[in-house]
């Protein structure tokens, strides 16, 4: 990355850029790879009407509905396909977080957010909407392409199973799926 453009908050493009300030040399903001970093903060249109969160949610769950059955009309076919938690393996990106106050004064924390970490199945899965990438492979998580977006509509820990909402039939690409906190109830 080597730009960011801030929607007109004042905050955060400031505490962006006492966070990447110039350096002594040259004067150029650089980020964690020691590339120019542009910081800006764009102004917000006369025209822009906040949204609630009500209704921000509701927009995304009409958009993931689109992604799986198409428009009003139901045109695309969905499939849904039942695998074991031996088949595929869940992660997440940033596993670990520990929380300011809880390390020493004037101490940060070493953890790398971008760590990889490898999910276990269990109900906690139920309604993520997660990728399924084109590896099977922890390693090649971070530089591997998205295939699909899956929707995990249920877990069955005693049967160790999970049944997932791909949006086209045939045989998975990958059986690595990257999960985060995003979630919807499917309305079929």
């Known amino acids: 990355i080597n730009a960011e453009y801030m929607g007109d908050d004042e905050r955060l493009t400031a ?9 002594a040399v040259g004067g150029v903001a650089t980020n964690s790879n020691n590339t120019p970093l542009h910081i800006e903060k764009v102004v917000k249109s006369g025209g ?16 993931w509905k689109e992604y799986f059955y198409g428009l009003r009309s139901h045109t695309l076919r969905p499939h849904r396909a039942v695998v074991s938690f031996d088949s595929v393996t869940f992660a997440r990106v940033g596993g670990v977080a520990v929380a300011p106050h809880l390390l020493p004064a004037g101490a940060s924390s070493s953890i790398d957010p971008c760590q990889l970490v490898e999910v276990t199945p269990s109900e906690k899965l139920l309604h ?39 949006p086209s039939p045939g045989p998975m690409p990958g059986t690595m799926i990257l999960v985060g906190d995003l979630q919807w109830l499917d309305g079929g």
């Open 128 to 166: 993520k909407v997660g990728a399924l990438l084109h590896t099977s492979t922890l390693e090649d998580v971070l530089t591997t392409n998205v295939a699909a977006i899956v929707h995990i509509q249920e877990v069955d820990v005693a049967s160790k199973q999970v049944t997932l909402l791909l």
């Open 48 to 63: 822009v009407v906040p949204r609630s969160p009500a209704v921000r949610s509701h927009e995304l769950s009409l958009a």
């Open 15 to 23: 505490r962006l850029s006492s966070t990447f300030r110039p350096t």
